[in-house]
Nanobody, 115 residues
Framework: QVHPRESGGGLVEAGGSLRLSCAAS?????????IAWFRQAPGKQREMVAT???????NYADSVKGRFSVTRDTAKNMVFLQMNDLQPEDTAVYYC????????WGQGTQGTVSS
């Protein structure tokens, strides 16, 4: 199994948006696997923020509910995380991985929100 590859991070002002992408190998296809987005802020433990189950339903951490949206393109083995109304506390390295957790972690993608 090849680890997922994250991209799309960047620097935005508070209230801005970012769209993250997760490229999964065919063996980790989001059409047959549950994929979750995690984030790790400096000095904090990695936390799960959004999940898209193999059957298509989604789940979100309370801290991002109503602001983040996880979607997928099963034909391209891609999972996306649309992040709106970003706040400085959303600053973190964002990762995607499978559930049950996990295969090897990728490098993640840095999202930085300035106040």
């Amino acid at each position: 199994q090849v680890h997922p590859r994250e991209s799309g991070g960047g620097l935005v002002e508070a209230g801005g948006s970012l769209r993250l992408s997760c490229a999964a190998s065919e063996s980790l296809s989001p059409g047959t696997n549950t994929i979750a987005w995690f984030r790790q802020a400096p000095g904090k433990q990695r936390e799960m923020v959004a999940t898209i189950f193999s059957h298509g339903t989604t789940n979100y951490a309370d801290s991002v509910k109503g602001r983040f949206s996880v979607t997928r393109d099963t034909a391209k083995n891609m999972v996306f995380l649309q992040m709106n109304d970003l706040q400085p506390e959303d600053t973190a390295v964002y990762y995607c991985n499978t559930l049950p957790c996990c295969v090897d972690w990728g490098q993640g993608t840095q999202g930085t929100v300035s106040s």
